[in-house]
């Protein structure tokens, strides 16, 4: 097996949202906003290589939006997914599999391309297999008000639509090679893939920990449908994270990809942070 970070773009949010109840005072030491308020933030998706399999975990956000989401968003650098896979010799056509940790824009928005006469849309990975799972499937195709802005029917539908779409089971070792944590706090179902790699424990935050900054506990993103649930879960994962030493991978951290945790008296904190090719080769 083989892991590369894949940098597929940077974009910002609200700093107020990223952060909930915290006030900017505190969160800014951590991940400082510019004078609109908006932090910087990655889409750094994953890519295995293991056998005759290539999976890519999350695709970004991709290109189909108009001008005017993405003004929203406030793009800025020159990453893209097609640079970041060719970077290690590989093309979105060599893609066999898309694991989504969920259905949110910035999550699966690479996943769903125009079609060549901008008539509608397909998938832009024609050889993979999509992966999600039925709970969450069925949560992103008929969305709660909170969340019906994430929840593109333009990202989502043509997947199934293709044929592609696959859920993932129990067995998720024989689906797609690596074990899946469920969590239900930041939405129904997120899965976060949990790979033995090189002697070590990886695991793929998605959202349960977007940057360094969340590790606190009450650090909850104002995303989150259910806060308190994030709470308990972010607290069971970084203990049972710094008890393993555990590294986890950081997909919207605009400035670490990679850290461990450790106990202290004020509960798990941040250990040290890492370019992925730090520690592994």
């Not at 599999?97 to 969920?102: G, N, S």
């Not at 019906?148 to 090679?177: C, D, H, M, R, Y």
């Not at 607290?235 to 670490?256: G, I, K, S």
Request: aromatic share 14%; hydrophobic share 35%; charged share 25%.
């Amino acid at each position: 097996m083989k892991i590369y970070p894949i940098e597929t773009g940077n974009f910002k949010l609200d700093g107020g949202a990223m952060f909930g109840v915290v006030p900017k005072s505190i969160w800014q030491r951590t991940n400082p906003a510019d004078e609109k308020n908006m932090i910087s933030m990655s889409m750094r998706c994953m890519l295995i290589e293991d056998g005759d399999r290539l999976i890519l975990v999350d695709t970004g956000l991709g290109s189909k939006q108009s001008d005017k989401f993405f003004g929203y968003y406030y793009l800025f650098g020159d990453f893209s997914l097609d640079a970041s896979l060719a970077q290690y010799g590989f093309h979105r056509d060599d893609i066999t599999d898309i694991f989504l940790t969920h259905l949110h824009f910035d999550h699966c928005g690479g996943s769903i391309q125009w079609n060549k006469d901008r008539t509608g849309y397909e998938p832009a990975f024609k050889n993979a297999k999509f992966w999600s799972n039925k709970n969450h499937w069925d949560w992103a195709v008929n969305p709660n008000p909170r969340e019906k802005a994430s929840f593109l029917k333009e990202n989502i539908l043509p997947i199934e639509e293709s044929g592609q779409l696959n859920f993932v089971a129990s067995n998720t070792q024989e689906q797609v090679g690596f074990d899946v944590l469920f969590m239900d706090g930041h939405t129904e179902k997120q899965m976060l893939p949990k790979i033995n790699y090189q002697g070590k424990t990886v695991v793929f935050m998605a959202d349960l920990l977007p940057t360094t900054g969340h590790i606190p506990l009450p650090y909850v993103m104002g995303y989150d449908t259910r806060p308190l649930l994030t709470i308990k879960e972010k607290e069971q994962f970084l203990n049972e994270a710094a008890d393993q030493e555990y590294f986890l991978f950081l997909e919207h951290d605009a400035y670490t990809e990679l850290c461990t945790v450790q106990h202290t008296e004020k509960g798990v904190r941040l250990k040290e942070t890492f370019k992925f090719t730090d520690i592994f080769n």
